[in-house]
């Protein structure tokens, strides 16, 4: 059944609450829909699907306006989320130089400054449209998945890793140079801002060689290095291994937000859907944090969510059956037609 806005989980609601600055009065409602709608839709997440699992008097025409021409910034709500995870992270990183300070020996002199590590991870991924010939910025990438060039989006983006909590970056979208001189917009190249001097410029450096195949090695070996002389082996492997959570994060995004159900058409358009599930992406992660479940994922937070909707909109019928409100008045303000209520 569609839910309406007053099903929002509180705390969903004090998320979405942080990022009025960003909108407009009529745009934050919209916002708050389309997270509403990915955190519900177990269909595909295109415009028409979100729409469908809300209980709202939403028109698919306001929605593609939502995304394509009303005027708000990626930029500042990515800086806004990024605001949002340093002000919950603050207490963990102080309580971590607390702990690096106590367990300093107990020397002469000055104690050494604690370090709180944190690190940046960044990667690309391809959303293969095989049928989007008009999408903007469509081109042809290699992917990694299906191992050979495909017609699609190249998504590129970043993930920030401190403390064992994650906080995604702004999404970019790759072009090739020929698609931007058609489309009459820059290009940049998505390697050029991640390595700005060559290896002979680096410092010493130690080398990690890995093999996944030793019946292929010139196929499967990987080089890695680090400026860091003194690290050991595995823990350099230990580092190398956070780097798949940036590959969690892509998977999260595709499978449990949709970052790749797009159906609509500018480059505007799908950098702000990708935006926006990066952003509700940041919410389920500081929900996974606070609950400090080992084992907890952020798909486990988005059911736990669709359940507390659930019971708010049990809630909801319950006290407008008590006002004395008919059946159609309810399923008039839910959005659905007389007869043809589902489950």
Not at 52 to 57: C, F, K, L, P
Not at 104 to 121: A, D, M, S, Y
Not at 241 to 260: N, Q
Request: charged share 25%; net charge positive.
């Amino acid at each position: 059944m569609p839910k309406p806005l007053v099903c929002l989980s509180e705390q969903l609601r004090q998320f979405a609450e942080y990022f009025r600055p960003c909108f407009s009065r009529r745009q934050w409602r919209y916002f708050v829909i389309v997270l509403l709608g990915l955190v519900e839709c177990e269909e595909r997440k295109t415009l028409t699907g979100l729409r469908r699992v809300i209980g709202e008097s939403v028109s698919l025409s306001g929605l593609s306006r939502f995304l394509n021409q009303w005027c708000w910034s990626t930029t500042a709500l990515a800086h806004r989320w990024w605001s949002y995870f340093c002000e919950r992270m603050s207490e963990p990183v102080r309580a971590e130089h607390v702990r690096l300070k106590a367990a300093q020996p107990h020397r002469v002199g000055r104690p050494k400054e604690t370090v709180v590590t944190g690190f940046l991870i960044f990667d690309d991924s391809v959303h293969t449209k095989p049928k989007g010939r008009v999408m903007g910025g469509l081109g042809r990438h290699y992917s990694t998945t299906e191992k050979k060039v495909v017609s699609g989006h190249c998504l590129f983006s970043g993930l920030y890793v401190l403390l064992e909590q994650r906080c995604p970056l702004e999404p970019r979208m790759y072009c090739q140079k020929r698609v931007c001189e058609a489309e009459g917009v820059p290009f940049q190249s998505k390697y050029a801002h991640l390595v700005p001097s060559g290896v002979r410029k680096l410092r010493p450096t130690l080398v990690l060689m890995t093999c996944h195949d030793p019946e292929a090695p010139l196929k499967s070996v990987r080089y890695w290095g680090s400026t860091v002389m003194e690290l050991t082996a595995q823990a350099l492997v230990d580092i190398l291994a956070v780097r798949w959570e940036v590959e969690t994060c892509f998977e999260y995004g595709k499978d449990l937000l949709g970052s790749d159900h797009y159906q609509v058409m500018t480059r505007q358009a799908i950098l702000r859907f990708w935006t926006l599930t990066a952003c509700l992406f940041c919410f389920l992660e500081a929900q996974r944090a606070a609950a400090q479940e080992a084992t907890l994922t952020c798909g486990d937070v988005r059911r736990r969510l669709q359940q507390e909707h659930q019971r708010n909109l049990l809630q909801w019928l319950a006290e407008a059956l008590q006002e004395g409100r008919s059946v159609d008045q309810i399923c008039s303000q839910l959005t659905i037609e007389p007869g043809k209520v589902q489950g």
